[in-house]
């Protein structure tokens, strides 16, 4: 797992995220950036926009898994990188906690800068920000224990205006960004390259991960590879179908799949019999197919034959 994790983290258009259903940070290099550096320790890289480390590969599994779109004939493609529950669980205070020096900061320069985790409750990761603003560390100290959403949490507002860096912290390292939140100094958009969301109406759901995501009981996510989409670029604009691109994650993907996804590809390219008893023509599959009853296996099959539709020659 550990050489899986540094190939795909010295992959220069693969991006990655830490966090939960509503509280997440996510890195990627921006094209034009200065060339990203390496980490001092662990496995990683920073730019000048945000970093991501991995600190502990043992005992990680990688499950990939591909959902298509609901708008057009696109489709996305993940990798979760997963633990044990009882090994992923992070600590979960009530409120505003101060941490102190942020000494596992992945630049050494911010190591003596200020952590704050803003106590989101989050079994999978700890949400954080991290400063050397003295009127918001000061402000944060005064509304120690208070929710992130509390009435009278002043400090909430000061970190909006402020920007300082967040941090989500799982089980097996790191991803900070550096950039500015966005809102109104951002004309409400996310900044290029690394940025959080924190969404309140998500994070009321209490769920580690979107009902999308096929997640085995009993496991947790600490970490999301991200492929770069075939159908458009880094900055969101679209493009025609990148065969180039969509074949560089293929074996990854293969690699990786479950066990009922993996067979449920097979039996399509054969044409053969698929779970929910019906037999299938891989010349024959149309929108309205019968599909197995499984969300995961659905989706498995209709980007299946999304991919299919747009790499036969």
């Known amino acids: 797992m550990k050489d899986l994790l540094q190939q795909w983290l010295d992959d220069e258009i693969t991006g990655w995220s830490m966090g939960s259903f509503g509280a997440i940070s996510e890195f990627i290099r921006w094209p034009g950036d200065a060339p990203a550096r390496a980490t001092d320790h662990g496995m990683g890289w920073y730019t000048p926009r945000g970093g991501i480390r991995i600190d502990r590969p043992d005992g990680v599994t990688a499950l990939a898994w591909d959902m298509p779109s609901t708008k057009s004939e696109r489709f ?3 990798v979760e990188f997963l633990l044990p529950e009882a090994e992923a669980l992070m600590p979960q205070p009530e409120g505003f906690t101060e941490l102190g020096p942020d000494t ?3 630049r050494p320069e911010d190591r003596d800068m ?6 989101l409750q989050q079994k999978n990761v700890r949400f954080c920000v991290r400063t050397r603003d003295a009127e918001l560390i000061a402000e944060m100290r005064r509304c120690e224990g208070m929710g992130n959403f509390a009435p009278g949490n002043t400090a909430a507002a000061m970190i909006f205006a402020r920007h300082p860096h967040r941090i989500s912290i799982t089980a097996i390292g790191r991803v900070e960004v550096y950039q500015k939140i966005g809102g109104p ?3 409400w958009k996310s900044p290029d390259g690394p940025h959080t969301h924190l969404l309140p109406k998500l994070l009321a759901a209490g769920r580690t991960h979107s009902a999308n995501t096929p997640i ?10 991200h492929p770069a989409s075939p ?3 880094p900055d969101g604009t ?3 179908f990148c065969r180039q691109t969509w074949a560089h994650y293929c074996d990854l993907m293969e690699a990786h799949r479950s066990t009922e996804a993996r067979e449920l590809r097979a039996a399509l390219a054969r044409g053969a019999t ?8 891989a010349d024959e599959i149309t929108d309205d197919t019968p599909l197995p009853q499984s969300r995961h296996l659905r989706h498995t099959a209709r980007v299946w034959e999304l991919e299919r539709k747009m790499t036969q020659v």
């Open 76 to 78: 996305f493609r993940h």
């Open 104 to 106: 596992g900061a992945i």
């Open 114 to 119: 200020i952590l704050f985790d803003c106590g």
């Open 185 to 187: 100094d951002t004309d």
């Open 216 to 225: 085995p009981p009993g496991f947790l996510p600490v970490a999301s590879l």
């Open 231 to 233: 159908f458009s670029l």
């Open 238 to 240: 679209k493009r025609p």
């Open 274 to 281: 698929l779970p929910a008893g019906e037999i299938i023509d």
